[in-house]
């Protein structure tokens, strides 16, 4: 199976564009981010909600630490990366090598081809072995919170207290 081959739709290579421009973005923001010295939240530099896995549980989510590791990495921080998602630099290194050759498709006019069986299993073996590790990882990894989290829970619990 050739990953990249003829095609006389122009629908493909429109979608082509479209993940370059996802990676370009993904890219940017994680330029413009500085990496949570807590390994996870960085996220909440863009005014989103802590997670509710580490609010909650004081666990890490599948996730946690995916945004910080991919900012760290951009940022050539590449033991923080590592340390804050072990499959950060992985996954963002998957990523940037869809998205080039999305942009090589583009250039060529030619579809990148996803259809196959072995690229599909191997991004099913991606998947479980996400899940696996951020499952494992949860059940493994206590007292999450970072200091900002632990905040927060205890101001909620001393907001609950007075009530």
Known sequence: MPLLEPTDSKSPITFQA??????????????????????HGTHQQLGLAPCPSALILNRP?????????????VHGQFERSFESHW?????YLLFSWSAFMALAGIVTKQ??????TVFNRCMIAVGVV???YGFGRMALVTDFRSPKEQRIIEHVQHQLGQK
Do not use: E
Request: proline content about 6%; aromatic content about 22%; overall charge negative.
């Open 18 to 39: 479209f993940w370059f421009g996802c990676w370009l973005a993904v890219t940017g923001i994680a330029l413009y981010l500085n990496p949570s010295s807590d390994g």
């Open 111 to 116: 579809r990148f081809n996803t259809d196959g």
């Open 61 to 73: 989510c599948p996730g946690c630490g995916l945004t910080t590791s991919w900012t760290a990495f």
């Open 130 to 132: 996400f899940f696996a």
């Open 87 to 91: 499959l950060g630099p992985f996954l």
